[in-house]
């Protein structure tokens, strides 16, 4: 039998994954010998950890199809399942997705299994009748975002706040490259002098699908302003380029000679190439913030989905920028909005000096609100709580 520690790791989205990773090379810092198996996609298999499971099959987002899918979630929980039935890990870390994290642990609590979760759930803005079963059935709550804290030991949760991955990746870029460097620019093939707007529509088709056609009717605006104007859009890995193309209107310039550039690569570098930045609401926000990008944020969903979310979530803004700073630093369009004030707003943040000069203090102020070397702190907290030793 092998006496190596054995940890099982659960993902359900490309983001998840680079946090898992981030994470299980950590853990490998502190315990070499340490093994892992779970629900993968490439990257982790590539880092060493054996896939019982492809994540890649099961993303969901939505009500109406979370209910369409509750056979195949409960498949994958089944498969899960049997796989930890068959070699029972020392602990089970599972991040972020909490839909179907949260049933799994509790199967797992009811086999004496520890169980962390990476990414605390989002109850202080939604769903807080979960509380109770995430009190239950987690053994320890690792979350990165600062007010959390506060929240979650208030309502009996063991919860550590171990500060913000996105942080660590915007100092580890701001180290080695000059913002706005024109050979970074050029290296993208765009000239120095160029007006370089990010347009971020998020990582999941469901939403890109509502929010990639705001794009085109920015393109057709703004183009008439500024001649030059050039659109960068950083595409997640689980996006299909041609299925993109699909949601702009016919006649939108993309690439050949166009002015809409569909690109893949690191987010964080593009992002930091350009002027200003449109952000569906997400850890983009946060990431563009870091960078000291001006942004603002914007969000469509389908009608039916933003009726219920409504009645669900009780926080005052969507992006985690206002969030984490308690205000609004950053302008906020969702659902129903005006082109027009999207467009004003833009253009504040490309000349209007004072509003750049209030949005660098904000920022300085978020830095310092979100506590650097994540991966390295949850590291710690999880070896600690599985008594996994260290071992350089």
Same mark, same amino acid.
């Given at each position: 039998?092998?006496?190596?520690?054995?940890?099982?790791?659960?993902?359900?989205?490309?983001?998840?994954?680079?946090?898992?990773?981030?994470?299980?090379?950590?853990?490998?810092?502190?315990?070499?010998?340490?093994?892992?198996?779970?629900?993968?996609?490439?990257?982790?298999?590539?880092?060493? &950890?054996?896939?019982?499971?492809?994540?890649?099959?099961?993303?969901?987002?939505?009500?109406?199809?979370?209910?369409?899918?509750?056979?195949?979630?409960?498949?994958?929980?089944?498969?899960?399942?049997?796989?930890?039935?068959?070699?029972?890990?020392?602990?089970?870390?599972?991040?972020?997705?909490?839909?179907?994290?949260?049933?799994?642990?509790?199967?797992?609590?009811?086999?004496?299994?520890?169980?962390?979760?990476?990414?605390?759930?989002?109850?202080?803005?939604?769903?807080?009748?979960?509380?109770?079963?995430i009190r239950r059935h987690y053994s320890l709550v690792l979350g990165m975002?600062?007010?959390?804290?506060?929240?979650?030991?208030?309502?009996?949760?063991?919860?550590?706040?171990?500060?913000?991955?996105?942080?660590?990746?915007?100092?580890?870029?701001?180290?080695?490259?000059?913002?706005?460097?024109?050979?970074?620019?050029?290296?993208?093939?765009?000239?120095?002098?160029?007006?370089?707007?990010?347009?971020?529509?998020?990582?999941? &088709?469901?939403?890109?699908?509502?929010?990639?056609?705001?794009?085109?009717?920015?393109? @057709?605006?703004?183009?008439?302003?500024?001649?030059?104007?050039?659109?960068?859009?950083? @595409?997640?890995?689980?996006?299909?380029?041609?299925?993109?193309?699909?949601?702009?209107?016919?006649?939108?310039?993309?690439?050949?000679?166009?002015?809409?550039?569909?690109?893949?690569?690191?987010? @964080?570098?593009?992002?930091?190439?350009?002027?200003?930045?449109?952000?569906?609401?997400?850890?983009?926000?946060?990431?563009?913030?870091?960078?000291?990008?001006?942004?603002?944020?914007?969000?469509?969903?389908?009608?039916?989905?933003?009726?219920?979310?409504?009645?669900? &979530?009780?926080?005052?803004?969507?992006?985690? &920028?206002?969030?984490?700073?308690?205000?609004?630093?950053?302008?906020?369009?969702?659902?129903?909005?005006?082109?027009?004030?999207?467009?004003?707003?833009?253009?504040?943040?490309?000349?209007?000096?004072?509003?750049?000069?209030?949005?660098?203090?904000?920022?300085?102020?978020?830095?310092?609100?979100?506590?650097?070397?994540?991966?390295?702190?949850?590291?710690?907290?999880?070896?600690?709580? @599985?008594?996994?030793?260290?071992?350089?």
């Open positions: 039998m092998n006496s190596e520690p054995l940890l099982f790791v659960g993902v359900g989205e490309y983001s998840g994954e680079i946090l898992a990773l981030e994470l299980v090379r950590a853990l490998r810092q502190q315990n070499r010998s340490l093994r892992f198996f779970g629900v993968t996609g490439p990257l982790l298999e590539q880092a060493g &950890v054996e896939s019982v499971a492809s994540y890649a099959a099961h993303q969901v987002m939505g009500f109406g199809r979370v209910v369409a899918q509750i056979a195949q979630f409960k498949q994958l929980l089944q498969e899960i399942l049997a796989a930890i039935d068959r070699r029972p890990p020392r602990g089970v870390i599972l991040v972020d997705y909490p839909g179907l994290h949260l049933l799994l642990a509790e199967q797992l609590q009811l086999r004496g299994i520890p169980v962390v979760q990476y990414v605390a759930p989002k109850v202080w803005a939604w769903g807080q009748g979960r509380l109770a079963r975002l600062p007010f959390e804290e506060q929240f979650f030991k208030a309502h009996g949760v063991a919860y550590r706040y171990i500060g913000s991955p996105l942080r660590d990746r915007a100092d580890a870029l701001c180290a080695g490259v000059e913002a706005q460097s024109p050979k970074v620019r050029a290296g993208y093939g765009f000239s120095p002098g160029a007006l370089l707007l990010g347009f971020l529509p998020g990582s999941r &088709v469901e939403e890109v699908r509502y929010i990639l056609p705001l794009l085109a009717q920015l393109n @057709l605006e703004l183009s008439k302003r500024y001649p030059g104007l050039e659109w960068l859009v950083p @595409l997640a890995e689980s996006l299909d380029e041609e299925l993109l193309r699909e949601f702009l209107p016919a006649g939108q310039q993309v690439e050949e000679g166009g002015n809409i550039h569909l690109l893949r690569g690191n987010s @964080l570098e593009l992002m930091r190439i350009t002027d200003a930045c449109i952000v569906a609401s997400g850890t983009a926000t946060l990431e563009c913030a870091l960078l000291e990008i001006p942004l603002l944020a914007v969000y469509r969903m389908p009608e039916l989905n933003y009726v219920i979310a409504r009645r669900l &979530v009780k926080v005052r803004w969507i992006s985690l &920028v206002n969030l984490v700073l308690g205000k609004e630093a950053i302008a906020e369009f969702i659902q129903d909005f005006s082109l027009a004030n999207i467009i004003a707003e833009l253009e504040r943040l490309l000349s209007d000096g004072e509003r750049r000069r209030q949005l660098h203090e904000d920022y300085k102020l978020l830095r310092s609100l979100l506590a650097s070397g994540a991966a390295e702190n949850a590291a710690g907290e999880i070896s600690s709580l @599985l008594r996994l030793g260290h071992e350089h």
